[in-house]
């Protein structure tokens, strides 16, 4: 049984081996064939309902694109805010249960509008996107960070604090903040690159 040979950490371990899997596979050249693979995939996107929108309407696009900025905003700052708590930098006179329980809801809200409204603008540049490299390596860090919070960050936390080496739950704060910080820097960059 794959928990009894992993011990305790088994969520821990299957979720830091597909990080790593999912990294050297961006660096082989079987991605290439997945790239070109996909080429069909992306020309449908910009045929749809949203990739016709996004296309021809630019004030729709711009509308959206507002709301995108607005999740990644409440996305940054509940990352910001419940890291910042456990690093005990932010709120030492409030629970850290409270602030990152709380934390924790509005990160969850946030991440769905950023999927939805990133789902939608890039539909409407999909072409556009499936040339820039950077769009992968955020696609990249954002499926990083998504594992992360949800296989390894929030299972931890969940236990109480007290019970968790300060160590660990400092070198997860700290990762946490590096990884979303790579999603927003890789996010800005394709506004730079297009």
């Known amino acids: 049984m794959p928990t009894s040979i992993l011990g305790p950490y088994t969520r821990t371990i299957l979720t830091g081996t597909a990080i790593i899997g999912l990294l050297l596979f961006s660096f082989t050249y079987a991605r290439v064939s997945v ?3 996909m080429q069909p995939f992306f020309e449908w996107m910009e045929t749809t ?3 016709v929108i996004g296309k021809t309407w630019g004030a729709a696009f711009a509308f959206i694109e507002a ?3 607005i999740g990644l905003a ?3 700052g ?6 910042g708590r456990i690093l005990g930098f932010v709120f030492t006179d409030i629970p850290a ?10 990160f969850f809200w946030a991440l769905m509008t950023l999927l939805a409204t990133g789902v939608f603008m890039a539909c409407g540049v999909a072409m556009k996107i499936y040339y820039l490299p950077v769009y992968w390596y955020k696609m990249l860090a954002l499926g990083t960070g998504i594992l992360f919070h949800f296989c390894i960050r929030k299972p931890l936390l969940q236990r109480e604090l007290e019970e968790i ?3 660990v739950t400092k070198a997860v704060a700290i990762s946490s903040l590096m990884i979303w910080f790579t999603v927003a820097a890789t996010g800005r960059w394709i506004g730079f690159s297009g």
């Open 97 to 106: 249960r409270t602030i990152i329980d709380r934390a924790h809801k509005v």
């Open 74 to 76: 409440l996305l940054g």
């Open 35 to 37: 790239w070109i693979e």
């Open 165 to 167: 080496n300060p160590w």
């Open 49 to 51: 309902w949203f990739g």
């Open 67 to 69: 709301i995108h900025l």
């Open 78 to 83: 509940s990352v910001i805010v419940g890291e």
